[in-house]
């Protein structure tokens, strides 16, 4: 069992739709990453949190230490969202960063 | 733009080879990570450096190695390449060594045959 696991692995939605992506652990961690990739190849850090819940813009992202758990939310999506998202932990024991495999988003008008 | 640079954007080599990859973090980061990421594997954590120093290992091979150096720029060697070494190679930079939001480069890719 990989120690970061996402769900869903693909996701498709229409324009508008409110959409949440999850990311379970099952290490102890100092911070949780969400990564956005581009269909271009290029990575963007979307948030790093630790605890409680972050937004910017029409993204939200939550944590449930107690849980493992972790989610990003996209509100009013766009066909611009359409991306891979990846949650990454930082372990607190090595520091070693494991990485989700990523959910496929696609976003049609 | 994130501000991290990395050179070469793409490196095809042979097996058995030895390559270079270069990346200049954003200025004012004294972190910079190592991230591979292959069509089967994934991204991978390789290696961090923070201000000179290893501060975190990953999955990085005995083949593969890693500096930082005063001027704060980062290097990873690869060598005795093999075909399952081609991969996207990112560089990463932030300001402090563990939780801070990392900038990302716009990777090199290489292509071993």
């Known amino acids: 069992k990989n120690e970061v696991e996402q769900s869903p692995q693909n996701l498709t939605a229409q324009e508008g739709e409110f959409i949440t992506i999850n990311c379970s652990y099952s290490?102890?961690?100092?911070?949780l990453h969400w990564l956005q990739q581009h269909p271009g190849g290029g990575i963007v850090s979307l948030f790093m949190l630790s605890s409680g819940k972050k937004k910017h813009g029409r993204l939200i992202a939550t944590i449930n230490i107690q849980e493992k758990h972790s989610s990003l939310h996209i509100t009013a999506s766009h066909p611009r969202d359409s991306a891979v998202y990846i949650c990454?932990?930082?372990?607190?024991?090595?520091?070693?960063?494991?990485f989700g495999t990523g959910t496929r988003l696609q976003v049609f008008p | 733009d994130s501000g991290v640079t990395q050179t070469p954007k793409h490196l095809i080599t042979a097996t058995g080879q030895r390559v270079t990859l270069r990346c200049s973090p954003r200025?004012?980061?004294?972190?910079v990570y190592w991230y591979q990421q292959s069509l089967d594997q994934g991204l991978q954590f390789l290696i961090q450096y923070y201000n000179g120093e290893e501060r975190a290992k990953g999955n990085i091979l005995e083949r593969f190695s890693a500096q930082q150096f005063p001027d704060l720029h980062s290097e990873l060697n690869l060598s005795s390449l093999e075909l399952g070494d081609s991969a996207l190679y990112f560089c990463a930079s932030s300001v402090g060594w563990r939780n801070n939001e990392q900038f990302f480069g716009p990777g090199t890719r290489l292509t071993v045959l």
């Open positions: 290490v102890g961690i100092s911070a």
């Open positions: 990454a932990v930082r372990s607190h024991n090595t520091d070693k960063l494991i």
């Open positions: 200025s004012g980061d004294l972190s």
